[in-house]
């Protein structure tokens, strides 16, 4: 048995059409493919449907176990929201008509002060982990707020329900632990020097903002007047690792995303909170140009939407919003963005070993779309073929570079 072989037996086999990102492709579509999940929940082996024969007799399961997709669905990975405040979603699509600093005194921290209420706390914290796993999304990072008792309590439902969480400020099991001061500005340069301690004694996760508005960044000038940057201020105390995933960066320089590429820090890209706050627009080709890891994030609530699939269509709206402003700009195409939402997420919170595509290994952690669904959002009127274009058996979407 080689290495790439599971021990573990097989539980269930899909055959159909299965899209995803790789490190290679932004988007692979696998057709007629076949995909055995072990008893562990790990994709134990990807072949083609022709293959079937074959593959059953090596893995050992009845040919006729195999569950076959209808013609209208895929698999997809799941989503990755690489920034969400989960202790926002009671307020999620209201209180949008400010700036953000004012808008954290004047709605977010008198509404996250109530989660010293556990009944409060277990309303809000079910109906987002329930709410963002409809919508498709399989992992989430999540700031609670500061109540310990609060934020064990999202990672136990998080856990309940199935979905891979991180959570600051603490948690337990299955879900991972994230270290979380909130910004700058609200963190002593004392406090951060112990929480990069906490971090790095215990090899976390760390997560918070960067370089959201402009007002902030010069507030933080302000307030840390012997540190060269924003990012300056985060490295000296030890919280840029390549297990750090801070929001927005706006307003990045060059030099502070060239910290962020040597850290291996990644950016948690939420382009409706940074429209909805009008906060700036990020320029998500640049940071990729700088061999930045790059997820996006819903950052309910100032970003009005729950939905990852509203986070994509954002991602576009921003990219194409650059583009009208600079018509060389280098626009994003859907399928790269596909990519961020999945394998770029999972990449940004350092859990690609585990989830982000299908690769023999991974945790088998997939949508099971079905395009065709009664009462569902799209009506199929043209079923005529597109362009296809196959590399070594395998349809890709062709990435097209643009001059
Ligand atoms: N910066 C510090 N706290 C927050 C928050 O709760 N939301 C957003 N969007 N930015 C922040
Ligand atoms: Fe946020």
Redesign the pocket.
Same mark, same amino acid.
């Given at each position: 048995m080689s290495s790439n072989e599971s021990a573990a037996g097989i539980a269930h086999v899909y055959r159909g059409t299965f899209v995803h990102a790789t490190y290679h492709t932004a988007v692979e579509i696998l057709e007629d493919g076949l995909l055995g999940v072990d008893t562990e929940g790990k994709i134990a082996f990807i072949g083609s449907g022709k293959e079937v024969d074959r593959l059953s007799q090596k893995w050992g399961f009845e040919a006729f176990a195999v569950t076959q997709l209808g013609q209208h669905e895929f698999f997809m990975p799941g989503m990755v929201d690489t920034h969400i405040?989960a202790s926002?979603y009671s307020y999620a699509g209201t209180a949008l008509d400010m700036p953000?600093l004012q808008?954290?005194n004047m709605y977010?921290f008198p509404v $996250?002060a109530c989660y010293k209420d556990l009944e409060f706390a277990r309303n809000v914290y079910t109906h987002i982990v329930k709410r963002t796993l409809r919508n498709g999304t399989t992992t989430a990072c999540y700031?609670a707020t500061i109540h310990t008792d609060a934020s064990l309590l999202l990672g136990q439902i998080a856990n309940d329900f199935g979905q891979r969480a991180l959570v600051g400020k603490v948690s337990k099991k299955e879900t991972l632990p994230v270290v979380t001061p909130?910004?700058a500005?609200?963190c002593s340069a004392t406090l951060l020097g112990h929480l990069g301690e906490i971090a790095q004694n215990n090899d976390l996760h760390i997560q918070?903002?960067i370089s959201?508005t402009k007002e $902030?960044v010069n507030l933080v000038k302000e307030l840390f007047p012997d540190y060269d940057s924003y990012t300056d201020v985060y490295h000296r105390h030890n919280l840029l690792t390549d297990k750090t995933v801070m929001?927005?960066g706006c307003h990045l320089t060059d030099g502070e995303l060239k910290l962020f590429r040597e850290t291996g820090a990644s950016i948690a890209h939420?382009p409706n909170?940074n429209i909805s706050?009008c906060?700036g627009m990020l320029d998500v080709r640049r940071v990729l140009n700088h061999k930045v890891k790059l997820g996006l994030g819903t950052?309910v609530?100032?970003?009005y939407s729950p939905s990852m699939l509203d986070a994509v269509r954002r991602t576009l709206d921003t990219s194409k919003a650059l583009t009208i402003q600079d018509t060389q700009y280098h626009t994003l195409t859907f399928e790269e963005v596909f990519r961020l939402a999945t394998l770029g997420g999972s990449q940004a919170l350092s859990l690609d070993e585990n989830t982000g595509n299908f690769e023999v290994g991974k945790d088998f952690d997939a949508l099971r779309v079905n395009t065709d669904a009664a009462g569902g959002p799209i009506d199929l009127i043209n079923h005529g073929e597109g362009p296809k274009v196959y590399v070594a058996g395998k349809r890709v979407v062709p990435f097209v570079e643009r001059p």
């Amino acid at each position: 048995m080689s290495s790439n072989e599971s021990a573990a037996g097989i539980a269930h086999v899909y055959r159909g059409t299965f899209v995803h990102a790789t490190y290679h492709t932004a988007v692979e579509i696998l057709e007629d493919g076949l995909l055995g999940v072990d008893t562990e929940g790990k994709i134990a082996f990807i072949g083609s449907g022709k293959e079937v024969d074959r593959l059953s007799q090596k893995w050992g399961f009845e040919a006729f176990a195999v569950t076959q997709l209808g013609q209208h669905e895929f698999f997809m990975p799941g989503m990755v929201d690489t920034h969400i405040h989960a202790s926002q979603y009671s307020y999620a699509g209201t209180a949008l008509d400010m700036p953000l600093l004012q808008w954290l005194n004047m709605y977010t921290f008198p509404v $996250e002060a109530c989660y010293k209420d556990l009944e409060f706390a277990r309303n809000v914290y079910t109906h987002i982990v329930k709410r963002t796993l409809r919508n498709g999304t399989t992992t989430a990072c999540y700031f609670a707020t500061i109540h310990t008792d609060a934020s064990l309590l999202l990672g136990q439902i998080a856990n309940d329900f199935g979905q891979r969480a991180l959570v600051g400020k603490v948690s337990k099991k299955e879900t991972l632990p994230v270290v979380t001061p909130r910004f700058a500005p609200s963190c002593s340069a004392t406090l951060l020097g112990h929480l990069g301690e906490i971090a790095q004694n215990n090899d976390l996760h760390i997560q918070s903002h960067i370089s959201e508005t402009k007002e $902030e960044v010069n507030l933080v000038k302000e307030l840390f007047p012997d540190y060269d940057s924003y990012t300056d201020v985060y490295h000296r105390h030890n919280l840029l690792t390549d297990k750090t995933v801070m929001a927005h960066g706006c307003h990045l320089t060059d030099g502070e995303l060239k910290l962020f590429r040597e850290t291996g820090a990644s950016i948690a890209h939420c382009p409706n909170s940074n429209i909805s706050l009008c906060s700036g627009m990020l320029d998500v080709r640049r940071v990729l140009n700088h061999k930045v890891k790059l997820g996006l994030g819903t950052d309910v609530a100032g970003g009005y939407s729950p939905s990852m699939l509203d986070a994509v269509r954002r991602t576009l709206d921003t990219s194409k919003a650059l583009t009208i402003q600079d018509t060389q700009y280098h626009t994003l195409t859907f399928e790269e963005v596909f990519r961020l939402a999945t394998l770029g997420g999972s990449q940004a919170l350092s859990l690609d070993e585990n989830t982000g595509n299908f690769e023999v290994g991974k945790d088998f952690d997939a949508l099971r779309v079905n395009t065709d669904a009664a009462g569902g959002p799209i009506d199929l009127i043209n079923h005529g073929e597109g362009p296809k274009v196959y590399v070594a058996g395998k349809r890709v979407v062709p990435f097209v570079e643009r001059p």
